[in-house]
Every structure is written in C-alpha cells, then in structure tokens.
C-alpha cells in the first residue's frame, strides 16, 4: 500500500460525458502528479500541482482540467469524454520535487 | 525538454539468468533518473534512483543500475531473476526543479521456468 488513495478504481461512461477523479496524497506529501496510461502511448505525464498551485504541464488535453485543494487532494476532471480518453488514470505524490513517486493503484476509465 | 527511450517492448529470460533493460534518456543537464516496477492491476513501485554520486546504484529487490553519462543510459540489472520479477518496467527522468517526471514506454518482462 503505498499510502496513495484514487477514487473511484472503475468508472464505465457514455462518449460527452464528464467525470471526475479523485486522489488523495499520502499524509504529508505536497506534490500530485496525474498520469494516463494507455497501451498504445504509455505513460503519459498530464499535470503537476504543488501546493496548491500547478507546477507543469503535460499533453493534457483542454477538455481535461485538474486542481489540488487546501487539503491536499487533487482532482481531473475530464468532460466531453471521448472513446480514445479509456485509460487507467493514475495519481502519484511525493514531498518534494525529487521524482521519488507513489504512486495510486489507478482509475480506470472506459468511454463507450 | 527531456525524454525517455527504452528500445525493448519485451523481453524473455529464463528464471535463474542474468538481466538487463535497456533506457536512454535525453535531458540537457545532470538529470534525475529512476526505475520503477508495474505488476499486473498495479500502480508503479520505485526500484531505484540515481540522483548524484556513485554512478552504480543499488534498489529494492535485487536489482541495480549504471548511470552512464557518456551513452546517456541508465541501464538495469540484475544477476538472477526469479519469476515473480515478471512485470512491466519503467525508467523515468526528472530534472531536480523542473517539475516533470517523464516515463518511457515501459519494457514487460517475461519469465521462463
């Protein structure tokens, strides 16, 4: 268990929806990363928050926007779903900005 | 901007043999490497970070890396695998302040009894 709690692990939708993905960071660590995986371009970074605030960008889409809140968990939300955004979502965080990450066990997302 | 290639998608090796994967990376400065282990419905576990210093660097569950700057590669091993080592294998760059950990496309491993 890495400490690294995402919301929910399976999420099945219709193509225009929108959801929204839940993290919350393990106790004491700062940093949320957001990543698409998907079997034809891997691992894909999409965000960084510090904080609170976004520290980078990745290829995230504009239809997809994330925030971390005062508590420390972080959200992606993805709207105008698409069949190609079925992926498995993961969060990872860290304490700081040293890429040791741990990461969630993933949501998975199926766009039909 | 900083990349990360691993050159092999698969790879096979019998139980009790040596291993190595292959990642090289492109960054303009001393990058922050690491390698990172997926099992199936899993998410990623860090095996091991180079960050400075001693170029070998030993992780978790048997396994080291080489930093070479010169090939820009930092290779994994490990001198006899078991098969729970079965699993995908990532090698990440980050760039210390700048605040992105970019992965390669994973190498799956397989092992035969």
């Known amino acids: 268990d890495s400490g690294v709690t995402q919301t929910p692990k399976h999420l099945i939708t219709a193509t225009g929806q929108r959801v929204t993905l839940r993290c919350s960071p393990r106790?004491?660590?700062?940093?949320v990363y957001w990543y698409q995986q998907s079997l034809d371009q891997g691992l894909q970074f999409l965000i960084h928050y510090y904080n609170g605030e976004e520290r980078a960008k990745g290829n995230i889409l504009e239809r997809f926007s994330a925030q971390q809140f005062p508590d420390l968990h972080s959200e992606l939300n993805l709207s105008s779903l698409e069949l190609g955004d079925s992926a498995l979502y993961f969060c990872?965080?860290?304490?700081?900005?040293?890429?040791?990450?741990?990461f969630g066990e993933g949501s998975r997302l199926t766009v039909l | 901007a900083q990349s990360v290639t691993q050159p092999d998608i698969h790879i096979t090796v019998s139980e009790g043999a040596s291993l190595e994967l292959r990642c090289n990376y492109s960054y303009g400065a001393t990058p922050y490497l690491f390698w990172y282990v997926q099992s199936p419905g899993q998410g990623l576990q860090l095996l091991l970070k180079y960050f400075s210093g001693d170029t070998l660097v030993q992780g978790i569950k048997g396994f080291e890396a080489e930093f070479k700057r010169s090939q820009s590669s930092f290779n994994l091993r490990k001198p006899s695998v078991h098969w729970s080592d079965a699993a995908e294998y990532f090698c990440?760059?980050?760039?210390?302040?700048?605040?992105?950990?970019?992965f390669g496309k994973g190498t799956r491993l397989h092992i035969l009894p």
């Open positions: 990440a760059v980050g760039a210390g302040r700048d605040d992105k950990i970019i």
């Open positions: 106790s004491g660590d700062l940093s």
């Open positions: 990872a965080s860290s304490v700081v900005h040293t890429g040791e990450l741990f």
